[in-house]
């Protein structure tokens, strides 16, 4: 294990990217030391925040040296250089593309278009967003049935990828959750395939990371 | 040099994600059978095409068993583990993280808000999307101001991330042709520090892949 007391994790509590490294570390068995930004309040967007996140985005890993890296799967992938077991992006040429393919279908056909829904459609957005209600209607839509598809490819699986648990799990978990309870599209009851495998997800204690 | 002479690339001349898989393989050297898929034609629709490519994504990796493979970047990943030299993807945590957080932003934040743009405004896409205009002028707002962004941050640098030449460089040409030819958005002429990393990267012979 690493020491990784002379890092900061810069995070929000709540929202989705900075949750996808939350479980991802906690999967990993990693500590990184904390610090709370709040999004409602607009600490992301003070001049000394953009010092360290320049298009004000949450989560910001800042390392010993200073140097601030952003981008949720690109603070994950530094992690799993370091310390690459258990491994959750793959360890061969097929696993790792497999595993990419589906983490990228999930975070850009299923959590953008959930994203997209909230921003555009939600009352507590309205100041936060240039609010388009069609484009968040159309997004919730496509979120829909973007879901449909999913539960029908989750027969017969245990995990998103053939090789086990890995990020696409992970990045799915986000953009379901977040699907439901921010665009309010629910998981469907039948068949059971992808409720099955949210359940599974949701009950690593990772989950509450 | 692996022998790829099994496999088959189903591509389009001319769209955005099967050009940044046709770049990368350029520059790795790496030669795979290729064959035209009209998007316009609809021959991605088929349901013939829709056995390798559920979602109806081009472009689609076929294995030699006949495992076929989406998502651009999952096909270039696929390849750099078979065949990590020249690296594309860093080599360290630290240039893993740094490209990636890079790659990320160039995708997400430029070529997505471009795409929106392009094919909820330009006329030729109004048969393939449910066009909301004012999403598409949002979107081009935004394409301008990331673009505006980028050209402060390429000050002194001769490529996207401090490592040198990545799919970073990659992914930011693909985006910034995209933006220019299909959405309208103009290369900055002054500064000229982005317009010197466009000349420096359509040089390269891999640009015309």
Redesign the interface.
Known sequence: MGDYSAMKLYTTQGAPNPRLVNIYLAEKGISVPKEEVSIMKGEHKTSEYRKKS??AQVPVLEMEDG?C???S???C???E??QPDPPLFGT???S???I??WR??LEL?LFMPAAFSFRHMHPAMAGLE?Q?K??GE?SKDRTGKMIG?LNQ?MEGRDFIASSGFSIADITGLVAMDFAIHAARVPLPENPPHLKRWHERLSARPSAKA
């Open positions: 320049p298009l140097t890296m952003t981008e799967v690109a603070i992938r530094y992690f250089t370091l061969d040429a097929k790792i593309a497999e990419e393919m990228r279908r056909l240039s388009i069609e484009w159309l598809w490819q």
